[in-house]
C-alpha cells in the first residue's frame, strides 16, 4: 500500500475527549471514528488490525472443533420472552419496532437465538456436542460508554454456544474454549489470565473472565504472581484428549475478579511476596450454565435410553473490538503505539527519506515491489513529508518493522531497520531485507 493512496487521518493533537492511551492512540493513528456514542466507524487502518484480531480468534475456535454460523444482529422479542430475559435485561437492550409493529431488538448477545436453532434441528444425544460460533456485532445501551472501543455500544464480538447431554460433557466443552481462549489470546500478544468470575446476567454457576492486567483496565482483580508465567498450550494440543491438566494447571493457583474474590483464601493460598491486585481489562469470558435455556426453551434431546432430556448449555464471548485497545493498552510507549506482529495493520513500513531523489526512490520502488511480491503487507510512505514526520507517523501506527531508505546508507549499498517492539536498528542490503521480512 502506497500510503499517498491510503485513507490515513492522523490527528496532530491530542483529542481532549480520550481518557486513556488507547483511545488517544487509536484517533490519532486515525483507526476509527465515533459516529454517536459508543458508536464507531472503523476507518481503513483500524478495521485491518480488526479483522486480523478476529481471524485469530476464528482459527482457534476452528481448532477446538465449534463450528461457524452467522446469526442476524436484529432478532424477535418473543424469542427472549420464551426465557424471560426480554423484561429481565432492562434497559441495556436496544428494542425497536418494525413497521408492522412487531417487537424487534438489536442483539446484545444470542443464548435464545442459538436454543432455537439447535432445538429446531437437532433431537437425539447422537448429535452432540455440538460448538456454534459467529463472530457478529451486538448492541447494549451502556449506561457510561468511554474509552472508545473498549466500552462501546455497538461492539464485535465472537460468541459461542456449546451443547452437550449432560453435564461432564459440558465441562469438556467448556475445557475446550478454556484452552482454546488461553491460545488466542497468547497469539495476539497478550497475557490473559483466566479468573473465576460471576455468572451475572448469563446465569450459571461456572465461569471465567480471561483478564488483561492494565491500571485502565475496569475490573479489580487479585491473583498469584505465578499464574503470569504458566505455559501456552501448543498448537497441536489434542482437544479430543485429556485437556484436565491443563486446566488443573490453570485453575488451582489462585486468580479471581473482585466480585468473587475470597479475601481468607488469597492471604493463606499465596504468599505475601506473591500476592497481585490490581485492575484489568475483561477480553473474555466463558460460561457453563447447566439447563437454563433448554429448560425455559424446551431444547430437549432423546438420550441413549431413549427419554427426552434437557441440553447442557454452555456460552463463550471474546471482545474483538475491545481487543484492538486491550492490546494498545498492553503495547505502546511514549510515541505510540507498538503492534505485535500477528495483529499489525501492515507487517513493515518503507520510508523514502529523501522523495524526489532518484536513488532513493528508485530503491524504495524496487524494495515495495519485492516486498509485495513475497506476500509482506508493507505500506510505502512515499509521501513529501519530511523525515521527522514520517519517522513521527510510523512510530505513532506502530508498524512491527521500518524500513528507513536514505541516501547516505545508500551510497553503501546499505538501508537500515528499525524494529518498533525494542528500537533496536539494523543497517543491511535491500537483498537481506526482503530475505529477513519474507522469511
Ligand atoms: P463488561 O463486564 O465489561 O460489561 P460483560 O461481562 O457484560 O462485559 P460478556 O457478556 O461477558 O460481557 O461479553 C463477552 C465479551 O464481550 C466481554 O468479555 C468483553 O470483552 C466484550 N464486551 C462486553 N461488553 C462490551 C462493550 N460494551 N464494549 C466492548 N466490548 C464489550
Ligand atoms: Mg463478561
Known amino acids: 500500500m502506497r500510503l499517498s493512496r491510503f485513507f490515513l487521518p492522523i490527528l496532530k493533537e491530542n483529542p481532549k475527549e480520550a481518557e486513556i492511551?488507547?483511545?488517544?492512540?487509536?484517533?490519532?493513528?486515525?483507526?476509527?471514528?465515533?459516529?454517536?456514542?459508543?458508536?464507531?466507524?472503523?476507518?481503513p487502518l483500524g478495521f485491518r488490525v480488526l479483522k486480523k484480531i478476529e481471524q485469530?480468534?476464528?482459527?482457534?475456535?476452528?481448532?477446538?472443533?465449534?463450528?461457524?454460523?452467522?446469526?442476524?444482529?436484529?432478532?424477535?422479542?418473543d424469542l427472549w420472552r420464551e426465557s424471560g430475559r426480554y423484561d429481565a435485561y432492562g434497559p441495556e437492550m436496544l428494542r425497536i419496532l418494525d413497521r408492522h409493529k412487531r417487537e424487534l431488538l438489536y442483539g446484545p448477545t444470542n443464548e435464545e437465538m442459538i436454543t432455537e436453532i439447535f432445538r429446531s434441528y437437532v433431537k437425539s444425544y447422537k448429535n452432540l456436542p455440538l460448538n456454534l460460533y459467529h463472530i457478529q456485532w451486538k448492541f447494549r445501551d451502556e449506561q457510561r460508554p468511554r474509552f472508545g472501543v473498549m466500552r462501546g455500544r455497538e461492539f464485535l464480538m465472537k460468541d459461542a454456544y456449546s451443547f452437550d447431554l449432560d453435564e461432564a460433557g459440558a465441562r469438556r466443552s467448556y475445557n475446550k474454549m478454556f484452552v482454546a481462549y488461553l491460545?488466542?489470546?497468547?497469539?495476539?500478544?497478550?497475557?490473559?489470565?483466566?479468573?473465576?468470575?460471576?455468572?451475572?446476567?448469563?446465569?450459571?454457576?461456572?465461569?471465567?473472565?480471561?483478564?488483561?492486567?492494565a491500571e485502565t483496565g475496569e475490573s479489580g482483580v487479585f491473583c498469584d504472581k505465578d499464574v503470569l508465567d504458566l505455559p501456552i498450550p501448543p498448537d497441536d494440543v489434542d482437544y479430543d484428549g485429556d485437556l484436565n491438566p491443563i486446566i488443573k494447571q490453570w485453575t488451582s493457583l489462585y486468580a479471581a475478579t473482585e466480585d468473587v474474590h475470597d479475601a481468607a483464601r488469597f492471604e493463606s493460598e499465596v504468599p505475601a511476596e506473591k500476592r497481585v491486585n490490581t485492575r484489568g481489562i475483561e477480553v473474555g469470558q466463558i460460561f457453563y450454565f447447566g439447563t437454563k435455556y433448554s429448560d425455559s426453551m424446551k431444547?430437549?434431546?432423546?438420550?441413549?435410553?431413549?427419554?427426552?432430556?434437557?441440553?447442557?448449555?454452555?456460552?463463550?464471548?471474546?471482545?474483538v473490538s475491545r481487543l484492538v485497545g486491550a492490546i494498545i493498552e498492553a503495547c505502546h510507549d511514549d510515541a505510540g503505539i507498538k503492534w505485535p506482529e500477528a495483529v499489525a495493520p501492515f507487517r513493515a513500513a518503507i520510508l523514502n527519506l529523501k522523495q524526489g531523489d532518484a536513488a532513493v526512490d528508485g530503491a524504495c520502488e524496487k524494495l515495495y515491489r519485492e516486498l509485495t511480491a513475497k506476500g509482506v503487507d508493507v505500506l510505502y510512505d512515499d509521501t513529501?513529508?519530511?523525515?521527522?514526520?514520517?519517522?513521527?507517523?510510523?512510530?505513532?501506527?506502530?508498524?512491527?518493522?521500518?524500513?528507513?531508505?536514505?541516501?547516505?546508507?545508500?551510497?553503501?549499498?546499505?538501508?537500515?531497520?528499525?524494529?518498533?517492539?525494542?528500537?533496536?536498528?539494523?543497517?543491511?542490503?535491500?537483498?537481506?531485507?526482503v530475505a529477513k521480512l519474507a522469511g
Open 299 to 319: 431444547a430437549l434431546v432423546a438420550g441413549p435410553d431413549g427419554v427426552d432430556v434437557p441440553i447442557h448449555g454452555g456460552s463463550y464471548g471474546v471482545g
Open 56 to 77: 485469530i480468534v476464528r482459527e482457534e475456535q476452528d481448532r477446538a472443533g465449534a463450528l461457524e454460523l452467522l446469526m442476524p444482529t436484529l432478532q424477535l422479542a
Open 21 to 43: 492511551v488507547s483511545h488517544r492512540l487509536m484517533l490519532r493513528a486515525g483507526m476509527m471514528r465515533q459516529e454517536a456514542a459508543g458508536i464507531y466507524a472503523w476507518l
Open 183 to 213: 491460545r488466542t489470546f497468547a497469539r495476539m500478544g497478550l497475557k490473559a489470565i483466566p479468573m473465576r468470575a460471576e455468572t451475572g446476567p448469563i446465569g450459571g454457576d461456572l465461569s471465567h473472565e480471561f483478564i488483561v492486567l
Open 384 to 433: 513529501d513529508q519530511r523525515a521527522g514526520a514520517k519517522f513521527a507517523a510510523a512510530d505513532l501506527i506502530g508498524i512491527p518493522w521500518q524500513i528507513l531508505v536514505g541516501p547516505k546508507g545508500l551510497a553503501d549499498g546499505k538501508v537500515e531497520v528499525k524494529r518498533r517492539s525494542d528500537g533496536s536498528r539494523e543497517n543491511m542490503s535491500p537483498a537481506d531485507v
